[in-house]
Structure formats: C-alpha cells, structure tokens
C-alpha cells in the first residue's frame, strides 16, 4: 500500500508540474501574441488555439494533484460543525459522489476523445491534432479515482488529525 501512495503522489505531483509548465506557455503565449499584435499589427495566428489547449492541459493536469493534498473546495464550516462519526458518514458520501461523477466523466470523454481520434479531429486554424489533447480528462479523473481509493484506505491515524476535539463535541 505504501507504494501504491508513492507512486500516486509521484504521478500527480509530476503532472501537476508539467500543467504549470503549461500554464506558464500559455500566459508567455497570450503575452509575446498580444504585443506582436500591437507592435507590428500581426499576431501569432494560432495562440489563440493554442492557448485554450494549454489551458486544458493546466485545468486538467492539476486537479489530481490538489485533490492529493485537500486543498479542493470543501464546506468545512458545515462539516466541521458535525459529530465525528457523521463526518465520516459525510466523508464516504461524498468520496461516493465524486466517484461516480468521474466515472461518468472518464466514459462520456473517453468515447468524445475516441470520436476524435477516429474522425482525425483538427483545430480550425492551425490544425493541432485534438484527440492527445482530450485524453488528459479521462486520464485525469482516472487519477482522481486513484486518488480517492488511496484517501479512502489511509490508516485511521492520519484520519483522526481532521476530527473535532473532544472538548468541543461534548
């Protein structure tokens, strides 16, 4: 089990990295188009494209990893005020939602990707190939499956740092 958590956290670390790479291309992309444009008149004329795919890939590439270390949106305010055995009713329904969300994600942009790939799908301007693209969302929520399970088998030890006091339950 402890090479499986290593190698998650490896794995989405990595790609967190290489969607703030991109993230990185795209705002130099956006910033070197935007002063090629008011400078000389002509800008480069795929950024635009360009730059929605390399935000895809910033999108898509970090959410395994900020899901990884709990820094996703949650309603702590509302959890927090809970008893601890209901947290953890809570905890495990919405590690259930979020399953099944990705599951449904992972199938409907797996077949749009296929779809893509099958019809050899272009962007309009430049012509990128899209389908390497789209395989970063089901990847990415493959990943955040991956994710969950990992956080769902972790040893009540690390658990009990996110209780609430018992001073403050009674």
Not at 107 to 124: T, V
Not at 138 to 166: M, Y
Request: charged share 15%.
């Amino acid at each position: 089990m402890h090479i499986f958590g290593k190698l998650i956290d490896k794995l989405t670390y990595s790609l967190f990295l290489i969607g703030v790479m991109g993230g990185i291309g795209m705002t130099l992309l956006v910033f070197v188009s935007t002063v090629l444009r008011y400078v000389i008149g002509r800008p480069i004329y795929f950024s635009n494209e360009l730059a929605g795919l390399l935000f895809l890939s910033l999108t898509f590439l970090t959410i395994p990893h900020v899901l990884n270390i709990g820094r996703h949106i949650r309603i702590d305010l509302a959890v927090n005020s809970l008893r601890p055995p209901m947290k953890r009713v809570t905890g495990l329904f919405s590690s259930f939602v979020l399953i099944a969300f990705s599951l449904i994600f992972i199938y409907e942009s797996w077949d749009f990707m296929r779809f893509s790939l099958m019809i050899d799908a272009r962007s309009d301007i430049s012509g990128i190939l899209l389908w390497p693209w789209m395989i970063l969302m089901p990847l990415s929520f493959t990943l955040c499956i991956l994710v969950q399970i990992r956080h769902g088998l972790r040893s009540p030890e690390l658990s009990k740092s996110n209780t609430v006091p018992a001073e403050v339950t009674s």
